[in-house]
């Protein structure tokens, strides 16, 4: 059972434009979520991550949207550049207890950005 | 620098052999992980280890064993009993000042059987 449902799986975009992902998840013990941006042969980057007690959280041109109450988080990315042009995974985690806050990721999502 | 190192880069295997992966931390993390990743399946947890000598089973573990004697090393074996072993295999580990959840990634294995 996927915990954490990613879409769309391929994204294609001008260079300039806006890219956006989407991400849903039904476990609302889940209280961190982050972005992890990876390129071909690299293990993946945390990007940007986010926790629900705010709606929304920017570092540059990232920027991260979530809403609780539908219980889906999206990944901005403005101005896309060629240098995006990766695969990006979103996660979420929960504290159980322990010391240990295991991720859940989505199946990702390849970006290409066009020149 | 502070990293997670992973060797080799590249690994072929015969089938009916077991090989083992290993994956290095200087981030005196606490927590370790193994994923494989295969296209359009995003990364899925083999293995996870809290502390020294204690490891549980995510979600793939068949065909898998770890071993976790120093907090700095966290090897993967993947034995023969592993059907369909071609994949990418990432290792992260978590914890210490970073804080519980950001898991730093590794550079990767690739296995290839042949």
């Known amino acids: 059972q996927q915990q954490v449902k990613q879409s769309p799986q391929s994204l294609i975009v001008q260079k300039g434009g806006i890219s956006i992902i989407n991400c849903a998840y039904e476990n609302t013990a889940f209280d961190y979520f982050p972005w992890y941006q990876q390129f071909p042969g690299k293990g993946p980057a945390l990007l940007i991550a986010?926790?629900?007690?705010?709606s929304e959280k920017k570092e540059g041109r990232f920027t991260i949207s979530f809403n609780k109450s539908a219980k889906q988080f999206s990944l901005h990315i403005m101005d896309s550049q060629p240098g995006d042009s990766a695969t990006y995974f979103c996660a979420a985690s929960s504290y159980d207890g322990s010391t240990l806050g295991r991720l859940y990721f989505g199946r990702g999502t390849q970006l290409t950005v066009w020149p | 620098d502070g990293g997670i190192t992973q060797s080799p880069k590249y690994l072929f295997r015969k089938e009916g052999q077991n090989v083992t992966l290993s994956c290095e931390q200087n981030?005196?993390?606490?927590?370790m992980y193994w994923y494989r990743q295969d296209p359009g399946q995003g990364l899925r947890l083999i293995y996870y280890?809290?502390?020294?000598?204690?490891?549980q089973k995510g979600d793939i573990a068949e065909g898998y064993s770890v071993s976790r004697e120093k907090k700095e090393s966290f090897p993967l074996t993947v034995t023969s009993a592993q059907k369909n072993p071609t994949a990418f295999y990432l290792c992260?580990?978590?914890?210490?000042?970073?804080?519980?959840?950001?898991?730093?990634f590794g550079p990767g294995t690739r296995l290839t059987v042949l």
């Open positions: 986010i926790r629900p007690d705010v």
């Open positions: 992260a580990s978590s914890g210490g000042t970073s804080g519980r959840y950001e898991q730093f």
């Open positions: 981030l005196n993390h606490d927590a």
């Open positions: 280890s809290q502390i020294v000598n204690d490891f």
